[in-house]
């Protein structure tokens, strides 16, 4: 309760002094903890080394009730899945994401029909395969 990913190479590696930290996520960027974040060769974040399983919370604040289109800007060497659901469990969307042919080689997917509630929303978008590295997703 109360988590906002779920990472496989989880642990808490924060250290309050910067000059005491041994490690880092995997990417290096931003923050200490097991979401491996990383920095494009355009200076963009991203996550990055995703596998199977892992997921990322974000709270979503909307104005009406209504159904959303999410655009989600990926990478991926492989075709891949990623679910979308509501922090109790219900599944809103599933994406199929076409290879890129690479990890910074970005294609933007698109969701349509999302509903969600006026007022605070919390998503999970599920990685259903390994190796998808998500930009960004726009709610229009």
């Not at 355009?42 to 959303?68: H, L, P």
């Not at 994406?95 to 042919?101: F, G, I, N, Q």
Request: proline share 0%; charged share 30%.
């Amino acid at each position: 309760m109360g988590s906002a990913y779920l990472d496989k190479d989880f642990i808490n590696l924060w250290v309050s002094d910067a000059a005491k930290r041994s490690e880092w996520n995997s990417g290096n960027q931003l923050r200490n903890d097991g979401v491996d974040i990383y920095k494009s060769k355009d200076n963009q974040y991203y996550v990055g080394k995703t596998e199977s399983g892992e997921w990322i919370q974000y709270t979503i604040n909307s104005k009406a009730d209504k159904a959303y289109t999410f655009d989600i800007k990926y990478a991926s060497s492989n075709d891949a899945k990623i679910r979308i659901e509501d922090a109790s469990g219900k599944q809103l969307a599933i994406v199929s994401l076409s290879s890129t042919a690479g990890n910074e080689t970005w294609k933007t997917a698109s969701a349509k029909g999302i509903n969600l509630k006026k007022g605070e929303n919390k998503i999970r978008i599920y990685f259903e395969n390994d190796g998808v590295n998500l930009n960004y997703f726009e709610v229009k």
